[in-house]
C-alpha cells in the first residue's frame, strides 16, 4: 500500500512517501523552490518523492492530507463570533482565502494532482484528511522505536487543539486529551517571540538561544498575569493581554504596559532586557512542560513520544529526559508541520486501513537518521557544477575525508553536501556546514562571516556516539540535535571573577569548556550524537579528526546562510560556498577549493549575497 502525504497551506510546506508502513522519502518544499518557509502547495516536494520511489501519481492508493480545514474554518468563525465585532480587520482578511481556496481544499488538490499527472477518475476517492494533532502523534509514535507508548504534541493550533496526549500500542493509536484554543503553549512562546522582535513562526529558536544570556526575572510576572497553570501541566491564558484572537499582532497595549515598552523592532540592538525576558519566557515554559510530563508519568510511565513545534525547543526536551520520568523519550525530528506530512501518511496507512505496523530493529527507529531528501552521484555533481563555473577536483573517499578532517583542524569552514537531504529544520550532516569545535573565534566566525545572523547564537555539537559520555553529561542517543546537555565538568574551563561578573552578551566571548565553539554561555550544547549505522561517512570524517586531535566533536550547522532554506542541490551549495567565507566544499567525493575558484565569479556571489 503506498501513502503519500502531504501539509501544506500555512507553513514549512512538506510532502512524504510511505509504503507498507516504509517510509521511503521526505522533503520539504523550501528546499526546491528556495521560499523559506515555503507554504504553496509541495509540487515540487511531491515530484522528489515520487521519483525517489519509482512511482507514477495514479500509483498512489491514497493521499493524506496533515489537517482538516472545515474544522479549522469552524474555529476561525466561532472565534469571531466569540470577540465581534472586535477583530472584523483580521477576519475580513482571512475571508477570502477560505472562500477562494481553503473552504475548497479537497477541489484544489485534487487540481494540484491533476497538474502533477493524476487522472482525474477516482482521484477524489483517493483523499483522505487527518486531524492535526493525530498527524503529529501519528509522525512522533509510529516511527519511534517503541511498541507502546504516550505521545504529547505541543504546538500553536491545529484546528481546535493546541497540546494533546495520545496512546500509541502496536498499530494503534488514540488521542486521550486536548486543551484547545485560544489557549497555547506554542503561541504564548511566539508571544514572547514577537515582543522581542523576532518572527513568528521561525524566530522562536532564536529565543530559546537568547536565554541563557539572561535571567528568568518576569517568571512570575508572567505566571500572576498571563498564564493560570495547574499541578497537572493544565493551563489557560489570560486573553486580555493577547491579540492573537482578533488583530494582527500577537500581544497588545495592556501586555506591552505590563512589560514596561513597545515590542523591540527587529533591527534594534537587544538589551539585556530582552534576554530576560527570553529567560523569563523560556523558564516558565520548561514549567508547564515538566508539569504536563510529570502527570503523563503518574497515568501511563514507560515510553513518551513528543512532536508538535514546541517539541523543538531542546532545552524543554533535556530538562524532561533529567527528570527521569520515562524509561526513554523518542521526539520527531521534522516535529513541526513538515513533519505533518508523514504523520498524515502514517494515520492513513496504520488507522484507516488497519495495517500492521512493522518491527523496529533493536532499538534503532524507523527514520533512517531523517535521512530521506534527495541525493546526487558524482557524475551529477560534476556536470552540475562545471555548468556553475566551479574549479573542483574528485577525490578517493580516503583523500576526501583526510583533507576534510586536515582542513577543520586548521580551522577553515568546511561546506559539507554528501548522501540523502535531511528532512526536517536541523543538518544532521547531510547538508552542513562544519568547523573545529575547539575554536575559540569558530563561532563568532561562522556567525558573522558565513551565516551572516545574529552573534549570539550558539552552534550544536556532532560527536560520535561512542565518545558522548566523555564530553557531555548525555548518557543516551541524540541524533536528531533534539536534546540539550552540558559539557562534562571535566571539559569545562573555570571562570574569573571578572569573567563571572559579565553580564548578557559580553559572555559570549569567554572560553568556557575545551570545546568553546559548542559550549553555551551557561555550559550547555545542543547535541547530536552521530551513528555509523545511519551516517557512515560522516561518523568517518569526525573518527578521522579524532585521530588528528584526540577530539570526537566538530562543530555542525545548516548549510544556509539568515533568510534562506539549507541548500537543496549542489549549485545551491556551490553559490553558498563563494557567497560566504567557506573555505572547502566537499560535495560526494568532489572537492573545491575557495582559492581555486574564479575571483570575479567569487565576486558576482558575494554581491549577490549582499543584495539579498
Not at 524532561?320 to 498524515?344: C, E, K, M, S
Request: glycine content about 8%; overall charge neutral.
Amino acid at each position: 500500500m503506498r501513502v503519500l502525504g502531504i501539509s501544506a497551506f500555512y507553513h514549512d510546506s512538506a510532502a512524504a512517501l510511505v509504503q507498507d508502513g516504509d517510509i521511503l522519502a521526505a522533503a520539504q518544499e523550501e528546499r526546491f523552490t528556495r521560499k523559506k518557509h515555503d507554504a504553496g502547495f509541495p509540487a515540487e516536494a511531491v515530484k522528489y518523492c515520487l521519483k525517489a520511489a519509482g512511482l507514477g501519481i495514479d500509483q498512489i492508493d491514497v493521499v493524506a492530507f496533515y489537517d482538516k480545514p472545515l474544522l479549522k474554518f469552524e474555529r476561525l468563525l466561532e472565534t469571531y463570533l466569540s470577540f465581534a465585532p472586535r477583530g472584523f480587520r483580521s477576519f475580513s482578511m482571512a475571508m477570502p482565502v477560505w472562500l477562494q481556496e481553503k473552504l475548497f481544499l479537497k477541489d484544489l488538490l485534487c487540481k494540484e494532482l491533476r497538474q502533477l499527472g493524476a487522472a482525474k477518475r477516482g482521484l477524489e476517492s483517493k483523499l483522505l484528511f487527518s486531524e492535526h494533532h493525530l498527524s503529529h502523534a501519528a509522525s512522533a509514535f509510529y516511527p519511534s522505536p517503541f511498541d507502546e507508548a504516550a505521545v504529547l504534541t505541543m504546538d500553536g493550533v491545529g484546528e481546535w487543539a493546541t497540546t494533546s496526549l495520545a496512546s500509541g500500542r502496536g498499530n494503534r493509536l488514540e488521542v486521550l486529551k486536548e486543551i484547545h484554543f485560544p489557549h497555547s503553549l506554542g503561541l504564548l512562546y511566539s508571544a514572547f517571540t514577537y515582543y522581542t522582535g523576532f518572527k513568528v513562526n521561525s524566530g522562536e529558536y532564536k529565543v530559546m538561544g537568547l536565554a541563557p544570556y539572561g535571567e528568568p526575572k518576569f517568571r512570575q510576572l508572567i505566571l500572576e498575569h498571563l498564564l493560570d497553570v495547574k499541578a497537572d501541566g493544565s493551563f489557560r491564558l489570560n486573553l486580555d493581554y493577547f491579540d492573537y484572537c482578533t488583530g494582527l499582532t500577537m500581544t497588545n497595549e495592556r501586555f506591552h504596559e505590563l512589560f514596561g515598552s513597545a515590542p523591540r523592532r527587529p533591527e534594534d540592538r537587544l538589551t539585556q532586557r530582552d534576554m530576560d525576558l527570553a529567560a523569563s519566557i523560556q523558564a516558565v515554559t520548561e514549567e508547564v512542560v515538566l508539569r504536563l510530563t510529570r502527570s503523563i508519568a503518574r497515568q501511563a510511565g514507560g515510553n513518551l513520544c513528543l512532536a508538535g513545534g514546541v517539541a523543538l525547543n531542546c532545552v524543554a526536551n533535556g530538562k524532561v529526559l533529567r527528570d527521569r520520568q520515562f524509561g526513554h523519550i523518542w521526539i520527531q525530528p521534522a516535529a513541526g508541520d513538515a513533519g505533518g506530512a508523514l504523520g498524515a501518511a502514517l494515520v492513513a496507512y496504520h488507522l484507516n486501513r488497519d495495517q500492521p505496523r512493522s518491527a523496529a530493529e533493536g532499538s534503532a527507529d524507523r527514520m533512517k537518521g531523517a535521512y530521506l531528501g534527495p541525493s546526487f552521484d558524482d557524475d551529477d555533481v560534476r556536470s552540475r557544477l562545471a555548468m556553475a563555473g566551479a574549479r573542483f577536483e574528485t577525490l578517493p573517499d580516503a583523500e576526501l575525508l583526510t583533507r576534510s578532517a586536515q582542513a577543520l583542524a586548521e580551522g577553515k569552514a568546511l561546506g559539507w553536501f554528501q548522501g540523502r537531504m535531511e528532512f526536517g529544520p536541523r543538518a544532521l550532516g547531510g547538508r552542513s556546514i562544519l568547523g573545529d569545535a575547539r575554536s575559540p573565534s569558530m563561532q563568532s566566525v561562522l556567525n558573522l562571516k558565513v551565516k551572516y545572523r545574529e552573534s549570539f547564537r550558539p552552534f550544536a555539537p556532532s560527536v560520535l556516539r561512542e565518545k558522548v559520555g566523555e564530553w557531555f553529561d548525555l548518557d543516551c542517543d541524540s541524533p536528531y540535535m533534539l536534546l540539550v546537555a552540558d559539557v562534562a565538568r571535566n571539559r569545562r574551563k573555570a571562570m574569573t571573577p571578572e569573567q563571572q561578573a559579565l553580564f548578557g552578551i559580553d559572555k559570549l566571548n569567554v572560553p568556557r569548556s575545551d570545546i568553546p565553539a559548542v559550549t553555551h554561555v551557561d555550559y550547555s550544547a545542543r547535541i547530536q550524537t552521530v551513528h555509523r549505522e545511519t551516517n557512515p561517512r560522516y561518523h568517518a570524517l569526525i573518527e578521522r579528526f579524532h585521530d588528528l586531535t584526540g577530539c570526537p566533536v566538530i562543530v555542525n550547522t545548516s548549510f544556509n546562510v539568515r533568510g534562506e532554506p539549507i541548500v537543496g542541490t549542489p549549485e545551491d551549495a556551490f553559490r553558498c560556498f563563494m557567497g560566504t567565507e567557506i573555505e572547502r566544499l566537499a560535495i560526494g567525493n568532489v572537492w573545491l577549493r575557495k582559492e581555486a575558484q574564479n575571483p570575479a565569479l567569487k565576486q558576482s556571489y558575494e554581491q549577490a549575497f549582499e543584495l539579498d
